[in-house]
Nanobody, 126 residues
Framework: VQLQASGGGLVQAGGSLRLSCAAS????????MAWFRQAPGKERDFVAA????????GYADSVKGRFTISRDNAKNTVYLQMNGLKPEDTGDYYC????????????????????WGQGTLVTVSS
């Protein structure tokens, strides 16, 4: 699976951005897709994930109620709609994919994901 992320940019606090991640796979029905972010000098942290087939989602506590992950089956693309952005949301955002496990499990650690796209930089100014 090859992943291509896009949509990053500079936005003021309180603004919105939508990130996209296009996947080059025949089918994503057996995968989970996720977004992680990495601030300068910090670890890569989980942001959100979706099980492609069931549409089950999971979010980091820091983004719940502000970010929404979704997928478009026809386009093999996963999106991250980010509203109410804060300066602490600044960082490189990476999309990732892994094989779905169990019925509803959502992986939240980067070690569980085997396919990664390049980062797209999000900068939120105060």
């Amino acid at each position: 699976v090859q992943l291509q992320a896009s949509g990053g940019g500079l936005v003021q606090a309180g603004g919105s951005l939508r990130l996209s991640c296009a996947a080059s796979a025949r089918t994503l029905s057996t995968y989970s897709m996720a977004w992680f972010r990495q601030a300068p000098g910090k670890e890569r942290d989980f942001v959100a994930a979706v099980r492609w087939n069931a549409g089950i989602t999971g979010y980091a506590d820091s983004v719940k109620g502000r970010f929404t992950i979704s997928r478009d089956n026809a386009k093999n693309t996963v999106y991250l709609q980010m509203n109410g952005l804060k300066p602490e949301d600044t960082g490189d955002y990476y999309c990732a994919a892994t094989w779905a496990v169990g019925d509803s499990y959502i992986g939240r650690s980067k070690e569980e994901y085997f396919y990664w796209g390049q980062g797209t930089l999000v900068t939120v100014s105060s």
